[in-house]
């Protein structure tokens, strides 16, 4: 399975945007659906969006529809999530992790492996 590398995290005011970034090393993304999820300190880890890689389809949480963007780059196999809009209740640490379950699973941290060091996310009021 890939492993996984996050960066992008930092500090950014409300209403402001960043730009995370999923990196596989050793292998390629192909037959595998990619995730992010975040964990807030104190609360479990949640589902943020989801890309199958062949084919690109996509799904959200509802707390992000609109303001959050997963995308792809197959030349640098790379996985990325465009956040705009931020908001303090996003500050978390980010993570991706792979999966291969149904679209149905996608939004189950258990059903993900290879999960990155994660890239802290702060929101300031």
């Known amino acids: 399975q890939a492993q996984l590398v996050e960066s992008g995290g930092g500090l950014v005011q409300a209403g402001g945007s960043l730009r995370l970034s999923c990196a596989a090393s050793?292998?390629?993304?192909?037959?595998?659906?990619i995730g992010w999820f975040r964990q807030a300190p104190g609360k479990e880890r949640e589902f943020v969006a989801a890309?199958?890689?062949?084919?690109?389809?996509?799904a959200y949480a509802d707390s992000v529809k609109g303001r959050f963007t997963i995308s792809r780059d197959s030349a640098k196999n790379t996985v990325f999530l465009q956040m705009n809009s931020l908001k303090p209740e996003d500050t978390a640490v980010y993570y991706c992790?792979?999966?291969?379950?149904?679209?149905?699973?996608?939004?189950?941290?258990?059903?993900?492996?290879?999960w990155g060091q994660g890239t802290q996310v702060t929101v300031s009021s």
């Open positions: 992790a792979t999966t291969k379950v149904v679209r149905s699973s996608w939004y189950t941290p258990s059903f993900y492996n290879g």
């Open positions: 050793g292998r390629t993304f192909s037959d595998y659906t």
């Open positions: 890309l199958r890689w062949s084919g690109g389809s996509t």
